[in-house]
């Protein structure tokens, strides 16, 4: 598939801010103690802003982006506009918060608001995956891993972020594993599973047959292997460009191993080397931020280009198996 980068843009930055918002929640629930309040409200519209820009950018990939208003009607069979409708939603539990830390409500709304916003940045973020799982033509994306993925990647966004912010902010952090209060140990096993998930998505892409195959779409299979003839175009059209963009494997298999790299080694490496150091945790914590983000951007474009279409069958090239 075709990798816009307005999707890519969309997936990975409102996948880190709905990450960010997931994680405060979850710490408001638990220890609402454990931020300042002025950090809280901060981090909340950081969050908010993420993940409003990530959404903003979608509408650039659509044909009439004035009618994207329109999808919010279409919920009970699109995971499109189910997305819309739970990221719209999330926003009430978003400004509940804020008003409650700025009036300094007591804890009993704090934690209901908390509770929803959680759920809601998870079911966003669900929704936006199984708009690509659901598809049952495009191999790459139907399958267990997608869904699992995108919520892992986008935990492990908000955590580094979460992360890089409270050690530049609170007092420099001059001790990562005490005064980050876990958040170091949490951003390191979510690299170390989030570089595990992609393994086992690309062993399966890799050793999963096709979904068709000319043999079972032209009902020739019984009688042996079937190809075209002649190409059954002239020129690059539609299709080709969206559904089948041409990467090559010594090319993706390098992209993989800079994924994997940018996803765990490099940000596990810069925040161990901080924690035994005990000095630089904010410039470490930072570096693992951008590290992740970098890795998304990589893993999200390769998510896309991955990807092809079963109409690709139709436009392979002469005695290429598609």
């Known amino acids: ?33 454990l931020l300042p309040r002025s950090e809280i409200v901060t981090l909340l519209a950081l969050g908010a802003l993420a993940s409003v820009a990530g959404l903003i950018a979608s509408t650039f990939h659509l044909g009439q982006p004035q009618r994207a208003w329109r999808a919010f009607s279409q919920w009970r069979s699109s995971w499109l506009s189910r997305e819309g409708v739970a990221a719209t939603a999330s926003f009430l539990p978003v400004g509940a918060l804020l008003i409650a830390q700025w009036q300094q409500t007591d ?10 916003l959680m759920l809601l940045a998870a079911i966003t973020v669900y929704c936006t995956a199984q708009i690509y799982a659901s598809l049952k033509t495009i191999r790459a994306w139907h399958n267990v891993y997608v869904a699992p993925g995108y919520l892992l990647l986008g935990l492990i966004g908000g955590a580094s972020w979460l992360l890089a912010w409270h050690c530049a902010f609170d007092d420099g952090c001059p001790d990562i594993a005490l005064g980050s209060r876990g958040l170091d140990w949490l951003v390191i096993l979510l690299c170390i599973a989030s570089a595990l998930l992609k393994l086992a998505y690309w062993r399966y892409i890799d050793t999963q047959p096709l979904p068709a195959s000319i043999e079972s779409a032209t009902g020739l299979g019984r009688y042996g292997a079937v190809r ?45 080397i901080a924690m035994l150091m005990r000095s630089n945790a904010e410039v470490a914590a930072l570096g ?4 992740v983000t970098l890795g998304l951007f990589v893993e999200r474009w390769l998510f896309f280009a991955e990807a092809k279409h079963v109409v690709m069958l139709y436009y392979a090239p002469r005695g290429e198996r598609a």
Do not use: D, W
């Open 1 to 33: 598939m075709h990798p816009a980068l307005s999707v890519i843009f969309f997936t990975v930055i409102s996948g880190c801010g709905y990450g960010l918002l997931f994680l405060l929640s979850l710490i408001l629930l638990m220890q609402p103690a």
């Open 228 to 272: 075209s003839v002649e190409a059954p175009h002239s020129e690059e059209n539609y299709l080709t460009r969206e559904m089948g963009f041409a990467l090559a494997r010594k090319h993706a298999a390098r992209l993989r191993r800079i994924v994997l790299l940018l996803l765990a080694p490099l940000p596990i490496a810069l925040l161990v």
């Open 288 to 291: 693992a931020a951008f590290a």
């Open 107 to 116: 804890a009993m709304p704090v934690r209901i608001s908390a509770l929803a």
